[in-house]
């Protein structure tokens, strides 16, 4: 498209600024030879796709996310340090982005979504991380894994946005019961995983609740990246194992967030006060989450779920994603502590 160069820099998901981008060797070769002093300055004489841009520009990955999380003004006549020195922590982001070696191989991930998840990874390995946001496609020249951080709600709305060809890098990391979307879209192949910390705020460090897992094609990256971040993961062989973590956390997050929502309290507080209510809610919903998947959970489920609550203490779930969690719970079968909770709550009507 007819950009300014200020544009291209921003509209390039990874790109510095348009300077550093026409300054790659690689450049005149995908523009067919323009010289970069006919570009700075005035508006592009020749029409660059943004998956060109982005094959370009994979040495400066970080730098968008770096401009919209430190507010660094990214003029054309000044450097990117100058610009950020008086942010140190964005500097240090930048003179990292630029140490990145020669001869690292490890692909850069793209990152869909901005919320708490996408940019505390993004932030686990900001030299191999390129945040997309809403309305920003995902570039086919692209080689890597596509991590989607997005509600469950966006999920038909990251298919639009994913070329037919890169659809098969997807990885999904949604909580409540995707399987059924999955298969529909002739994604369950994908990579996925169960995360199993939590970030409160966007910037907070995530706090592990030492059970993540992964299964798939693009695992061991995903698991080098929460590695980066201090947060453990496992990469499971079978995708029936998958499944059985899947539903655990969907247990987790059904039963924490009816009772965290009841009290008003952080999960942390519900196991101290009410466990008796965990267990007995768990001991309800279990055995309908295992008759719908045909699964067998292991045992100690209660003491799992209230393990990892307590690790995450400070943590204040509720109902979310209603369809994709309490919602497909009771659409396999109602039980009464869990209808009468929900009718407390104006959750359902009957």
Known sequence: TDMSP???AFNCPCAVNFREVISYPEYSKFVGGVSSSKFLGTRPRASLRKDVLFEVSRSFVGAKDVYQRFKITMSE?????????????????????RKRSKGDTRPVSLI???????????????????????????????????????????????????????????LFLQ?????????????AE???????????????????GYG???????AEEFKERLSRGNVRCKILKSKAELEKNRAEKLLWSSVFGVLSRRYNMT?????????????????????????????RLDAGVVPRLCNYSNTIFNYSDGIKEFNWRNGWIIEQERSPLHVKALREMGLISS
Request: charged share 30%; proline share 5%.
């Open 6 to 8: 200020s544009q291209m």
């Open 77 to 97: 006549e000044t450097t990117p340090e100058e610009e950020a020195e008086k942010d140190e922590k964005a500097v240090q982001l930048l003179k990292a982005r």
């Open 112 to 170: 869909l979504g901005g919320g708490r998840i996408g940019l505390a990874l993004a932030d686990m390995d900001p030299i191999h991380s390129a945040v997309l946001h809403r309305g920003d496609d995902v570039p086919v020249a692209h080689r890597g894994p596509v991590i989607v951080a997005t509600r469950n709600e966006d999920l038909d709305g990251v298919l639009s946005m994913t070329p037919e060809s890169r659809r098969k890098d997807l």
């Open 175 to 187: 909580n409540g019961m995707i399987s059924e979307w999955l298969e529909k879209n002739d994604l």
């Open 190 to 208: 994908n990579t996925q995983a169960v995360l199993w910390f939590a970030v409160g705020e966007k910037g907070d460090d995530p706090v592990d």
């Open 212 to 218: 993540t897992v992964v299964w798939g094609r693009w």
């Open 267 to 295: 999960v942390g507080e519900v196991v101290s006060n009410y466990q008796n209510d965990v267990e007995e809610l768990t001991a309800e919903l279990a055995p309908i989450v295992e008759r719908a998947l045909r699964i």
